[in-house]
């Protein structure tokens, strides 16, 4: 099990009843041990009609790159928040007993921490700030998970996270000499979200969610990572 902040564990235990959006601009109550749910009124099959262009030029026009950034971002966006919605009602949906559980506090948690790491990488996506090399490895990432190939999809998740270092971490010496430069070929290799705090934390919890939707979207063993029966 992952490692959680005491704090967010203890914020979920003190945690009353609170309001949530009804995706219509009003409130509704949810329940003590429920988790806060942003409605995006929207489904699979949307999604995956919107995502057909996903990383590819719509027209030869020009001037069409800010477009195809623009369109890019919303997609990945509106399908992370709809990973993050089927995760909260999947955890809204257990029995007041799992909830209160120490196991269920956990998940809670686990989901509220993964809210707060996302905010980042939602608000660059909305304002289309995110890095480029960022956005070109969640293209192949999203595309994948539309597909159901969560083998390829893990793929390309640990070339954004580790990139291609060309030694393992800790080796120093290659052969009889060591590698003038290695240090280097290191920084260059190994992608930037691990040195970045904020990148780190959402790239984290873009993996839970990318786990999340192997279990919601299920495919046959051999496209899955780590493959369980839920």
Do not use: H, W
């Given at each position: 099990m992952e490692k959680v902040d005491a704090a967010y564990l203890e914020e979920i235990v003190k945690s009353g009843t609170h309001n949530t959006t009804d995706g219509h601009g009003g409130e509704k109550k949810r329940g003590k041990n429920d988790v806060k749910i942003e409605e995006?009124?929207?489904?699979?099959?949307?999604?995956i009609e919107q995502a057909q262009y996903l990383g590819k030029q719509r027209s030869k026009r020009p001037n069409t790159d800010d477009e195809q950034r623009?369109?890019?971002?919303?997609?990945?966006?509106?399908?992370?928040k709809f990973l993050l919605e089927l995760w909260g009602r999947r955890l809204n949906d257990r029995?007041?007993?799992?909830?209160?559980?120490?196991?269920?506090?956990?998940?809670?948690?686990?989901?509220?921490?993964?809210?707060?790491?996302?905010?980042?990488?939602?608000?660059?996506l909305t304002k289309q700030t995110i890095a480029d090399d960022i956005l070109k490895h969640l293209i192949i990432i999203i595309k994948y998970l539309l597909e159901r190939d969560y083998v390829h999809a893990n793929d390309a998740y640990l070339q954004m996270a580790i990139g291609n270092a060309p030694w393992p971490i800790g080796v120093t010496m290659v052969g009889i000499h060591a590698r003038t430069g290695r240090e280097k070929i290191f920084a260059q290799n190994i992608a930037h979200v691990?040195?970045?705090?904020?990148?780190?934390?959402?790239?984290?919890?873009?993996?839970?969610?990318?786990?999340?939707c192997q279990k919601m979207f299920q495919t046959?063993?051999?496209?899955?990572?780590?493959y369980t029966k839920d």
């Open positions: 995006m009124n929207t489904t699979i099959e949307e999604i623009r369109s890019d971002c919303a997609v990945i966006l509106k399908f992370l029995n007041e007993l799992d909830k209160r559980s120490t196991q269920g506090r956990l998940m809670t948690a686990i989901y509220t921490q993964t809210q707060e790491y996302l905010k980042p990488l939602f608000k660059q691990l040195n970045d705090e904020t990148q780190r934390k959402y790239i984290q919890a873009l993996k839970r969610l990318m786990t999340q046959d063993p051999s496209r899955c990572v780590e």
